[in-house]
């Protein structure tokens, strides 16, 4: 079983840059879910798509987008990057609505750092 | 979405048993209570989940009493592979879409 796999794993930007991670979600899994942790922090739930639609976003402003594709695997776009954006970005997969067994699979995460 | 408090951090030794309590004051008749644990640079893992009374894996006991406004997770027997953060969370059985982490608490454990 193939977990969740997540990149690039580093990567560096600067101010007003767009940057695009990529997710592939566990097998079997159907939903995928963004998440954006800061230094210290706990996760910030970004978005999650369901079968290819958006199910849900958080408290972040519409320059955070994604696309979840036919085989699950999953893109998050930032464009516009700001200082702020700096942070660990967390993608997790579950096979349906995660709130049945209350787990969620995380990868390692892509450390976005904006200069 | 029910919100969580937890102590920011603790301190135990390796082979004592800790227990971590979180409080969620609102919590809905359908939440469910969740742990994870998170290690430096990695996503957080999924330990236990339980609605009442005491569930118990391999890993972790959860103790919740019969009003559901905290719960306790037990740690028995620590390593120091067990220093890392962990998140209560209250998530909602049906529908459900993002999870609420908080702050978590910082278990350090010590020689």
């Known amino acids: 079983e193939t977990g969740v796999t997540q990149s690039p794993t580093h990567l560096i930007k600067t101010r007003g840059q767009q940057v695009t991670l990529r997710c592939s979600s566990q097998?079997?899994?159907?939903?995928v879910s963004w998440y954006q942790q800061a230094l210290g922090q706990g996760p910030q739930f970004i978005f999650q798509?369901?079968?290819?639609?958006?199910?849900g976003r958080g408290n972040f402003p519409p320059r955070f987008s994604g696309l979840q594709f036919p085989n699950y695997s999953s893109e998050l776009n930032v464009n516009a990057l700001e200082l702020d954006d700096s942070a660990l970005y967390l993608c997790a997969s579950s096979q349906g609505l995660a709130g049945e067994t209350g787990e969620l699979f995380f990868g390692e995460g892509s450390r976005l750092t904006v200069l | 979405l029910a919100k969580t408090t937890q102590p920011i951090s603790m301190d135990s030794y390796e082979g004592q048993e800790v227990n971590i309590t979180c409080s969620h004051n609102?919590?809905?008749?359908?939440?469910?209570i969740t742990w994870y644990q998170q290690f430096p640079s990695q996503g957080p893992r999924f330990i236990i989940q339980g609605y009442k009374t005491k569930v118990t894996n391999e890993v972790a006991s959860l103790f919740i009493p019969a009003d559901r406004k905290s719960s306790t997770l037990s740690l028995p027997r620590v390593s120091l592979s067990d220093t890392a953060v962990y998140y209560c969370l209250v998530v909602p059985y049906i529908n459900f879409n993002k999870f609420y982490f908080g702050s978590g608490t910082k278990l350090n454990v010590k020689p």
């Open positions: 609102n919590i809905a008749t359908n939440d469910y």
């Open positions: 798509y369901y079968r290819e639609e958006e199910n």
């Open positions: 097998s079997g899994h159907n939903t």
